[in-house]
């Protein structure tokens, strides 16, 4: 595989959680698949601010790791996409131990599989 390929399957999954985060700011009663599930339905306005702030950081991360698996030209400063990798890594750890169950069940294997992707892209 490529290294365009792998970055574009990185940046396909990274659009699941953006997704879901869109849905969260603009009130789907989907808060049992994150912040540990604190929120089972419908969060609160401050957090669902901050589920915009965090699908713009997924669609941030997403084209670090596009750029420097040259899908996009931007020419990002190296340290944008040790950044990305560094949290998305963390961000699958963080799933991986929610104490939300679906949380851990629907996100950790997507995470893991975009650490993974991220990993290869580091590699070639």
Not at 14 to 31: D, K, R, T
Not at 98 to 106: G, H, V, Y
Request: aromatic share 8%; charged share 10%.
């Amino acid at each position: 595989m490529t290294s365009q390929t792998v970055a574009a399957f990185y940046a396909a999954l990274a659009m699941l959680p953006v997704a879901m985060h869109l849905g969260l700011a603009v009130g789907a009663p989907l808060g049992r698949f994150t912040v540990g599930g604190r929120f089972p339905e419908r969060l609160p306005p401050l957090w669902r601010l901050l589920a915009l702030v965090q699908a713009a950081l997924l669609v941030g991360m997403a084209i670090a790791i596009l750029d420097r698996g040259a899908v996009l030209d931007f020419d990002l400063p190296t340290p944008a996409f040790w950044l990305a990798l560094a949290l998305t890594v963390l961000s699958t750890i963080a799933n991986g131990v929610s104490p939300s169950r679906p949380e851990r069940l629907l996100w950790t294997p997507v995470l893991l599989a975009m650490s993974a992707a991220a990993i290869g892209v580091a590699l070639r």
